[in-house]
T-cell receptor, first 113, second 115 residues
Framework: ETGVTQSPTHLIKTRGQQVTLRCSSQ?????VSWYQQALGQGPQFIFQ???????GRGNFPPRFSGLQFPNYSSELNVNALELDDSALYLC????????????FGSGTRLTVV | AQTVTQSQPEMSVQEAETVTLSCTYD???????LFWYKQPPSRQMILVIR??????QNATENRFSVNFQKAAKSFSLKISDSQLGDAAMYFC????????????FGDGTTLTVKP
């Protein structure tokens, strides 16, 4: 098992810019979810991909978008960054079959100034 | 929509003692999974324990056990013989048994372990 890796670890962007966060899921995990975690709070669901298609979205605007690739990697793109987008972004993967929990990456800390 | 509530923002425990973290959830479904995750200060979230709703027996993983009360929609985590390494933020999470369901998390409980 390779685990879930995310890049970059930290990122500072200016309001209005665009950002792409990357995730490499654990081998064999066909579902990847992205979460936003504000300081001291629980993760908030952004969206989920299964077999390279989005199949669930939380209460986030369309400027949050994503992609999942056949090689278990995925991306989270955020356009027109706002100050409130500053947070820890977590990638989590799992196999759809069975009741397994997520394997999480270490996250990307995004700061918007 | 499912909701998960953790009513204890902070808890503390003496090393080697036992502590219980509370979690309640709201759902209209009968088949689902419940999880406890641990997020140490280094921030990588790891799975501690999981419970399948159709199982009456409470899950146990070494020093970690749960008290699952389906009718009351309660899912508490008991940590026995607490260790300094148990200090972390703990999140309770719910997921429907539908194959591609997402997980819904509570706001977490910060656990401090005193030496």
């Amino acid at each position: 098992e390779t685990g879930v890796t995310q890049s970059p670890t930290h990122l500072i962007k200016t309001r209005g810019q665009q950002v792409t966060l990357r995730c490499s899921s654990q081998s064999g995990h066909n579902t990847v979810s992205w979460y936003q975690q504000a300081l001291g709070q629980g993760p908030q669901f952004i969206f989920q991909y299964y077999r390279e298609e989005e199949n669930g979205r939380g209460n986030f605007p369309p400027r949050f978008s994503g992609l999942q690739f056949p090689n278990y990697s995925s991306e989270l793109n955020v356009n027109a960054l706002e100050l409130d987008d500053s947070a820890l972004y977590l990638c989590a993967s799992r196999a759809v079959e069975g009741g397994a929990g997520y394997t999480f990456g270490s996250g990307t800390r995004l700061t918007v100034v | 929509a499912q909701t998960v509530t953790q009513s204890q923002p902070e808890m503390s425990v003496q090393e080697a003692e036992t502590v219980t973290l509370s979690c309640t959830y709201d759902t209209s479904e009968s088949d689902y999974y419940l999880f406890w995750y641990k997020q140490p200060p280094s921030r990588q979230m790891i799975l501690v324990i999981r419970q399948e709703a159709y199982k009456q027996q409470n899950a146990t993983e070494n020093r970690f056990s749960v008290n699952f009360q389906k009718a009351a929609k309660s899912f508490s985590l008991k940590i026995s013989d607490s260790q300094l390494g148990d200090a972390a933020m703990y999140f309770c999470a719910y997921r429907s048994a539908h194959l591609t369901s997402k997980s819904t998390f509570g706001d977490g409980t910060t656990l401090t372990v005193k030496p």
